[in-house]
Nanobody, 124 residues
Framework: QVQLAESGGGLVQPGGSVRLSCAASGFTFSINKMAWFRQAPGKEREFVAGIMWGLGSTSYADSVKGRFTVSRDNAKNTMYLQMISLQPEDTTLYYC?????????????????WGQGTQITVSS
């Protein structure tokens, strides 16, 4: 079992930046991929960015490409999401999941462990 804890959320002004962290604990040796998803009320969970734990290869949703950067520190079992040029439409809960499989990094169902989420609110 893998436990995940997101942190770093809060209130940000439009155009501002913030870095989210996701700390993994437990059976971290089983992790092959991690990602960031976000979910607005009444909407489906949306893929934001993903990273393969071993190779470090990354992928992004078109809506965040060029603004968000996902990275990881294997030694600390922690994944990060650097977010810049934030806009009001980025306001929502951000979740970090971890998965043991290799494929389906953009599909929420391919991840078996999820954190509780951290809120990002972009507002002046």
């Amino acid at each position: 079992q893998v436990q995940l804890a997101e942190s770093g959320g809060g209130l940000v002004q439009p155009g501002g930046s913030v870095r989210l962290s996701c700390a993994a604990s437990g059976f971290t040796f089983s992790i092959n991929k991690m990602a960031w998803f976000r979910q607005a009320p009444g909407k489906e969970r949306e893929f934001v960015a993903g990273i393969m734990w071993g190779l470090g290869s990354t992928s992004y949703a078109d809506s965040v490409k060029g603004r968000f950067t996902v990275s990881r520190d294997n030694a600390k079992n922690t994944m990060y999401l650097q977010m810049i040029s934030l806009q009001p439409e980025d306001t929502t809960l951000y979740y970090c999941p971890a998965g043991t499989g290799w494929g389906g990094k953009r599909r929420a169902k391919s991840y078996g462990s999820w954190g509780q989420g951290t809120q990002i609110t972009v507002s002046s």
